[in-house]
Nanobody, 117 residues
Framework: QVQLVESGGGLVQAGGSLRLSCAAS????????LAWYRQAPGKQRELVAT?????????SYLDSVKGRFTISRDNAKNTVYLQMNSLKPEDTAVYYC?????????WGQGTQVTVSK
């Protein structure tokens, strides 16, 4: 069982930055694939970024955030981060972290990110 708690959301002007954090507890954090998703009002949830559990920490990104967002993890702190730079109004959404291992899939409660023009 894994419990995830996101933080770091808020209101920011276009062009600004935010850093989201997701703290995990309850299991061996280092073996999970971690991801950030987002869901804007009236839209489906979409995958923003993923990071593998292995030492190589392979990452992948949604095309629209490449070069602006960076996912990272600190296994010693059981935390995954999403550094978001050059934010745009279209990045406005509730952001969720996800931890996955095989058929096990855990979600946080989400944190709101609002980017004003």
């Amino acid at each position: 069982q894994v419990q995830l708690v996101e933080s770091g959301g808020g209101l920011v002007q276009a062009g600004g930055s935010l850093r989201l954090s997701c703290a995990a507890s309850g299991s061996i954090f280092s073996i999970y694939t971690l991801a950030w998703y987002r869901q804007a009002p009236g839209k489906q949830r979409e995958l923003v970024a993923t990071i593998s559990p292995n030492r190589g920490y392979i990452t992948s990104y949604l095309d629209s955030v490449k070069g602006r967002f960076t996912i990272s993890r600190d296994n010693a702190k059981n935390t995954v981060y999403l550094q978001m730079n050059s934010l745009k109004p279209e990045d406005t959404a509730v952001y969720y972290c996800d931890a996955r291992l095989g058929s096990q899939d855990y979600w946080g409660q989400g944190t709101q990110v609002t980017v004003s023009k």
